[in-house]
């Protein structure tokens, strides 16, 4: 089955009694009994596939996590409450019985930066940040460190920089370190992470997958090696994704490849467009032919998806005058978060990039007149009429 086909088809209509619900239903119950011992006792030693208890098993649950594991190619899929939480599991699935050291992409989504830094680091976990983008600096990091796990993003946050994966799966392997790869930006539809070699696939639901902006939730897709662990590190922890939850990112996966199709098209045109108004210094955008990851954009993501985000940067523009820009929008909404049907503008310097120094953040190419765009699904006309009243020429 083609991608679109999968996300309206795969996990839902499991036979229920007599009946085949046409959509997975909201499952509340925490537990679940059989009409034999035994059979409870089979369904509790995993001999026989059922539920007992919603901490290791619920059926909406579990319909979502077939449903992601069909579209990323996964052997086993784990939902989680948030997109930090599958990064979590990931990291610490990884380094059960590996060196504690990581190597890590130096762009990653702050709170990332920050579950590395100070909760790992706490646990004296060392990670060494490497640009992801440059492959000999990346590949001397993994040499020189040895780690027990290398994680980086498909597309980074906020330059949208396209990392080579496949070449850095090939190293991960070489070195024994399982490769996770943040997909949240590229979602299935634009990059399949395992196809090209990577370990595991982490995403935030709460963004593209459920799409919607009503949803908080995360995603760990895994090969075959790392399954049973993540397994039994979800089932003892317990951070599992609620059946509500389940519920909303499986309805708003349904319509993944129109809103991506939609929000991608959107993207192009108004980094188009934005690259040629007088008041934008510059446009990061994977599509742009002269993109310093140009090459690992053709070979890794599909024509014409080149993701749903550009990022801009401002001409003679500083925190006021970025403010006031925003200020001035009347349709496109100024929060955090991304991937949502509606059009979404953030300000880096003060949301994700907030806790990093100035100095850093310049160095990071995190400048104070950065503004990243989530596309939505609106008009095109309508968007590109809010960004030019707002930047009022
Ligand atoms: C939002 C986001 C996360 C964290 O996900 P939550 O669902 O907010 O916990 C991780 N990585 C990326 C790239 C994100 O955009």
Redesign the pocket.
């Known amino acids: 089955m083609k991608f679109e086909s999968k996300t309206v088809h795969a996990g839902d209509r499991k036979k229920a009694g007599n009946f085949i619900p046409v959509t997975t239903p909201i499952y509340t119950a925490s537990s679940y009994a059989y009409e034999s011992m035994s059979q409870l006792d089979r369904v509790f030693g995993r001999e026989e596939p059922g539920q007992s208890y919603a901490r290791y098993d619920n059926p909406t649950v579990n319909a979502l996590q077939e449903l992601v594991n069909e579209l990323e190619g996964g052997h086993g899929t784990l939902a989680c409450s ?6 979590h599991l990931s990291v610490l699935a990884a380094l059960v019985d590996r060196p504690k050291r990581v190597v890590a992409g130096h762009m990653l ?1 702050g ?2 930066t920050n579950l590395l830094m100070n909760v790992f680091g706490a646990l004296d976990v060392e990670t060494t940040f490497a640009d992801a983008s440059d492959l000999p600096a990346f590949e001397a990091a993994i040499a020189k460190t040895k780690p027990g796990a290398v994680v980086v ?1 498909s597309i980074t ?1 906020p330059l949208l920089r396209v990392c080579a994966l496949d070449q850095i799966a090939v190293m991960a392997r070489s070195a024994n370190a399982p490769l996770i790869v ?1 997909n ?2 590229a979602t299935p539809m634009l990059m399949r992470p395992l196809e090209l070699g990577a370990s595991i696939v ?1 995403h ?4 593209y997958l459920a799409g919607h902006g009503d949803v ?3 995603l760990v897709v895994s090969d075959a090696e790392h399954t049973e662990i993540l397994t039994t590190l979800l089932r003892t922890i317990g951070p599992n994704l609620g059946p509500f939850e389940a519920y909303l990112t499986m309805r708003g996966i349904k319509t993944l490849a129109l809103r991506m199709e939609k929000q991608c098209a959107n993207a192009r045109e108004l980094a188009a467009w934005l690259a040629g108004h007088p008041r934008i210094e510059r446009v990061h955008f994977p599509g742009d032919p002269s993109h310093p990851d140009a090459a690992n954009i053709q070979r890794l993501l599909p024509p014409n998806l080149y993701g749903a985000m550009v990022t801009v940067e401002l001409k003679d523009a500083g925190k006021t005058e970025v403010f006031a820009f925003m200020e001035k929008l009347k349709m496109i909404v100024c929060a955090t ?2 991937g949502d049907v509606h059009t979404m503008m953030l300000y880096p310097a003060m949301s994700s990039h907030r806790d990093i120094s100035p100095k850093h953040r310049e160095r990071a190419g995190i400048r104070d007149n950065l503004v990243r765009i989530s596309t939505g699904i609106e008009a095109i006309e309508d968007i590109i009429a809010d960004i030019d009243q707002a930047l009022g020429l």
Request: charged content about 10%; glycine content about 12%.
């Open positions: 948030s997109g930090m939480m599958a990064m989504y709170a990332t993003e946050n943040d949240t930006f982490v935030s639901a709460t963004k908080l939730g995360g978060s991304l």
